[in-house]
C-alpha cells in the first residue's frame, strides 16, 4: 500500500466552556490516514471521539465549544486557517472530506426528496446542470445498491429505512467524488445484516474510488473485520495506536486489553466469565492529574498519580502506547 | 455447566400467535393485521436461559409481552408451570404477575423519572398486598440494593442523578422485588457501553444462580445472547426458523438466516475473523404486513425453490435437540 498522507491531524484541542467548567473534549489528538486505507478510532462513549472528527470539519458549535490549538492538513493545507463559514470549508465538508453520522436522518432535510438534496449537493460541487447533476445522483444510488434508483430519487427521507439513508449518504460522498469518508458510528443504529451491508458498501469504495476512511466506533469485531490501523481514545486522548493486528493480537494498555475482554466472543468458551472494566469512564471537565484511567486500572503504580503517561513506540512496528506499564507487566 | 436432569419445563409454549389489527379511518375499520407472532413453539426449563435473537421487528418484544400478558394472544398456549395462562382473565392472571417480571431495554423510559430509587422499590415490594411494616421495606430494600450491587446511598436517587448501568440496576431490582420465578429480559444491555454490558450480564448470570431463576432473554446481539443463553432460538418475520443448544449457533448452524446473521457479526478474534467467509444478504427484511408466502425468508434466499414460495417449512428436529424450518437443508449444508 502506498504510504502517502491523505489527512493529518496534529496536536488538536477542543474544549467547551460550559457554565461549571471547561470540557476538554479532545485533548492534544494527533493521527493520520493513508490513502486507500481504513483506520478505526474506538473508545467508550463520552470520550472524544465525535468532536475529534467534528472538529476536523470545523463543525463544532461555539459557543460552548472552541477549537483551541493544532493542524489538520489536508491536499497541502490546514484546514485551521480557514474559518468555518468560509467557501474552502464549505468546499471541503462536500467534495474533500464527507461525514456519515450515527443518525442519518437528521443529515438529510424531511422537507426535500433525496433527488432534490442529491442534485443540490452535486451542483454546489461540480459545475453541470440539473440534468446531469440527476444523471450522477441515480448512477450513485445505483453504485450503492439502492434498487429502483429513479424511483427513490423521488422518495422523501422517511420513506425510507435508516439502512437505505445511511447508503444515500454514502451516495452523496460518490456523488461528489470525496477523497476522505469519515463514518460517526455509521452501523450502529441498525441491525447486523445491515451494517454488514453498509460496511461491505464503505470497504468497495476503497478498491473503487481509492477512498480513504476514519470509521468511529464503540465495535471491536467491526474493527478487526475493517480496520488496518485503529487508535483507542479514553478521556479525550488516543492511549494506543497500532497495526489492528498488533493491537488485538497483542494490546497493551490496561483500557485496550479491558475493552476485549469485557465483550463475549463466538470462537470462545461461552462459560469464560467477562471481565468488565469496573466504574464508567471520567467526566472531561477538572481532570486530576496523572493518567485518567487510573481509577479504574488494575495496575497502578506510583508514576501513574502524577504524571501524565506521553505517547511511546513499543516493539519495531507502529505500535504507540501511552501508559508507564512496562513490558513485563503488561505481557503478564 | 454439568449436564443436569431433565426437567418439566417451567415455560412451554405451543403454536402462540399475536396479530395486532391495522385500522384506518375514523371508524377505525380494521384493515389488515400485523402477525407479529406466527405460530411459534418453545419451552424452557427452570433456571435456564432461552435467548431469542432477532433482527429488529422480528417479533421478540412482542414474544416477551405476550408471555407475559401484557398482550393478549390471538391463539396457542402458554402452559406456566403446567396451567395455561394464555386466555386467563385478568383476575385469574393476578396471582401469576409477580412470578413473570419484565426488564426493559431502555431503564430510562421504564423508570418514573418523579420516583426515587426507594419510592420505585417500595411500590414493587408491595404489590403483594400484603402488610409490610416500615422497618420490614427498608430492610427488603437494602436486600435488594445489595443484590444488584448498588450502595445503599442510591436509594435516595432519582433515575436522572444514575447512569445508565446503575439505572439498569434499578431496573433489576424492581423485577427482584417480586420474587419473579421467570424474567423477560428485552435488550437489557443493548443500550450500554461495552465495559457496562459486561458487569449488568455478570450481574444477571450471578442472580440466575443465587436465586434459580429463570430467563428469556431477547436481544439482537448473537455475542451476547450467545454467552448467556443455554438455548437459542433464532426469529425470522414472526417465526422460529432454528432453535439449538447455545454452543451450536457458532459451531453447527444450518439455517441460511442464522448462517448469514452469524456472519454478519464480527468477532474480535482477528486470526478467525481474517479467514472467515461474509455472507452479505440481499435487500431488507420485508415487513410483516405484506410477508411473502411460504418460508418468510426466501425472497433473501440463495437457496430458495418453488417449494419455498409456498409453504412454510415445519420447524424439525435434527438431533441433539436441534430443530430447523428449511426446506433445502441437504443443499444448505453441503
Ligand atoms: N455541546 C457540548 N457542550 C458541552 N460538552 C459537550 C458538548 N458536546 C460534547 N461535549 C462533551 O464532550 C465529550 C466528548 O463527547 P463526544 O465526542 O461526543 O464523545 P464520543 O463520541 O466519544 O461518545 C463528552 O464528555 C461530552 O459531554
Ligand atoms: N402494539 C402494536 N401494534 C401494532 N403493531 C405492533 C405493535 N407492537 C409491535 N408491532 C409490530 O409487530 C412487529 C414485531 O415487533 P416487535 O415485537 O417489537 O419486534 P422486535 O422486538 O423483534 O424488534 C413489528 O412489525 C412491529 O411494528
Ligand atoms: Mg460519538
Ligand atoms: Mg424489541
Same mark, same amino acid.
Given at each position: ?18 457554565? @461549571? ?202 474493527? @478487526? ?41 463466538? @470462537? ?29 486500572? @488494575? ?34 | ?334
Amino acid at each position: 500500500m502506498e504510504q502517502r498522507r491523505v489527512l493529518e491531524v496534529k496536536n488538536l484541542k477542543t474544549s467547551f466552556f460550559t457554565p @461549571t467548567g471547561e470540557v476538554k473534549a479532545v485533548d492534544d489528538v494527533s493521527y493520520h490516514l493513508h490513502e486507500q486505507e481504513i483506520i478505526a478510532i474506538v473508545g467508550e462513549s463520552g470520550c472524544g471521539k465525535s468532536v475529534t472528527q467534528m472538529s476536523v470539519l470545523q463543525l463544532i458549535q461555539s459557543p460552548p465549544g472552541k477549537i483551541l490549538g493544532g493542524q489538520i492538513l489536508f491536499e497541502g493545507k490546514n484546514l485551521l486557517d480557514y474559518a468555518p463559514k468560509s467557501q474552502e470549508m464549505r468546499r471541503i465538508r462536500g467534495a474533500g472530506i464527507a461525514m456519515i453520522f450515527q443518525e442519518p436522518m437528521t443529515s438529510l432535510n424531511p422537507v426535500y426528496t433525496i433527488g432534490e438534496q442529491l442534485t443540490e449537493v452535486i451542483r454546489t460541487h461540480t459545475k453541470c446542470s440539473r440534468k446531469d447533476a440527476w444523471q450522477i445522483g441515480v448512477a450513485a444510488l445505483e453504485a450503492v445498491g439502492i434498487p429502483d434508483a429513479q424511483e427513490r430519487m423521488r422518495n422523501y427521507p422517511f420513506q425510507m429505512s435508516g439502512g437505505m439513508v445511511q447508503r444515500v449518504l454514502t451516495a452523496t460522498a460518490i456523488a461528489c467524488r470525496s477523497k476522505i469518508i469519515i463514518a460517526d458510528e455509521p452501523t450502529t443504529a441498525l441491525d447486523v445484516t445491515t451494517q454488514a451491508q453498509v460496511m461491505e458498501l464503505l470497504l468497495s469504495l476503497v478498491e473503487k474510488y481509492k477512498t480513504s476512511i476514519i470509521v468511529v466506533t464503540h465495535n471491536l469485531g467491526l474493527v @478487526t473485520r475493517y480496520s488496518h490501523r485503529v487508535y483507542v481514545m479514553y478521556a479525550g486522548k488516543i492511549i494506543e495506536a497500532g497495526a489492528t493486528e498488533d493491537i488485538l493480537m497483542h494490546p497493551w494498555h490496561p483500557y485496550t486489553r479491558g475493552l476485549l475482554e469485557c465483550v463475549p466472543n463466538l @470462537t470462545e468458551d461461552k462459560e469464560r466469565e467477562l471481565v468488565p472494566i469496573q466504574g464508567a469512564p471520567p467526566r472531561l471537565q477538572n481532570l486530576p492529574p496523572g493518567c485518567a484511567f487510573k481509577p479504574r486500572c @488494575t495496575c497502578v503504580s506510583g508514576l501513574c498519580r502524577d504524571e501524565f503517561p506521553t505517547l511511546r513506540r513499543i516493539g519495531p512496528n507502529e505500535h504507540w502506547v501511552a501508559c508507564h506499564l512496562d513490558a513485563e507487566v503488561s505481557q503478564a | 455447566m454439568s449436564k443436569s436432569i431433565p426437567s418439566q419445563p417451567i415455560l412451554q409454549v405451543e403454536n402462540l400467535k399475536i396479530y395486532f389489527p391495522i385500522r384506518r379511518g375514523f371508524w377505525g375499520k380494521q384493515v389488515g393485521e400485523v402477525k407479529a407472532v406466527d405460530d411459534i413453539s418453545f419451552a424452557i426449563e427452570k433456571g435456564k436461559t432461552l435467548g431469542l435473537v432477532g433482527e429488529s421487528g422480528c417479533g421478540k418484544t412482542t414474544t416477551g409481552k405476550g408471555i407475559l400478558r401484557v398482550y393478549q394472544p390471538t391463539s396457542g398456549r402458554i402452559y406456566y408451570k403446567g396451567t395455561d395462562i394464555a386466555e386467563m382473565s385478568k383476575a385469574q392472571i393476578r396471582p401469576f404477575r409477580r412470578q413473570l417480571q419484565l426488564i426493559f431495554q431502555d431503564p430510562y423510559g421504564s423508570l418514573d423519572p418523579r420516583q426515587s430509587v426507594q419510592a420505585i422499590l417500595t411500590e414493587a415490594i408491595t404489590t403483594d398486598r400484603q402488610r409490610h411494616s416500615a422497618a420490614q421495606i427498608k430492610a427488603r430494600i437494602e436486600e435488594l440494593l445489595q443484590a444488584v450491587e448498588l450502595d445503599l446511598s442510591m436509594s435516595d436517587r432519582y433515575p436522572h442523578e444514575m447512569s445508565g448501568g446503575q439505572r439498569q440496576r434499578v431496573g433489576i431490582a424492581r423485577a427482584l422485588a417480586c420474587d419473579p420465578e421467570l424474567i423477560v429480559c428485552d435488550e437489557p444491555v443493548s443500550a450500554l457501553d461495552v465495559s457496562i454490558q459486561a458487569q449488568i450480564i455478570n450481574l444477571l448470570k450471578k442472580l440466575q444462580h443465587s436465586r434459580g431463576l429463570t430467563y428469556l432473554f431477547v436481544a439482537h446481539d448473537l455475542t451476547v445472547v450467545y454467552h448467556i443463553a443455554d438455548v437459542i432460538a433464532v426469529m425470522y418475520l414472526g417465526k422460529i426458523v432454528e432453535l439449538m443448544d447455545a454452543k451450536d449457533i457458532y459451531a453447527n448452524p444450518l439455517h441460511p438466516y442464522t448462517k448469514a446473521l452469524l456472519s454478519a457479526v464480527p468477532i474480535t478474534d482477528y486470526a478467525v475473523e481474517r479467514q472467515r467467509k461474509r455472507i452479505i444478504l440481499k435487500g431488507e427484511v420485508p415487513s410483516p404486513i405484506n410477508a411473502p408466502a411460504g418460508c418468510p425468508f426466501h425472497p433473501r434466499c440463495r437457496f430458495a425453490t418453488e417449494t419455498c414460495q409456498q409453504a412454510m417449512p415445519k420447524l424439525t428436529a435434527v438431533g441433539g435437540g436441534h430443530q430447523v424450518a428449511c426446506h433445502n437443508l441437504k443443499q444448505v449444508t453441503d
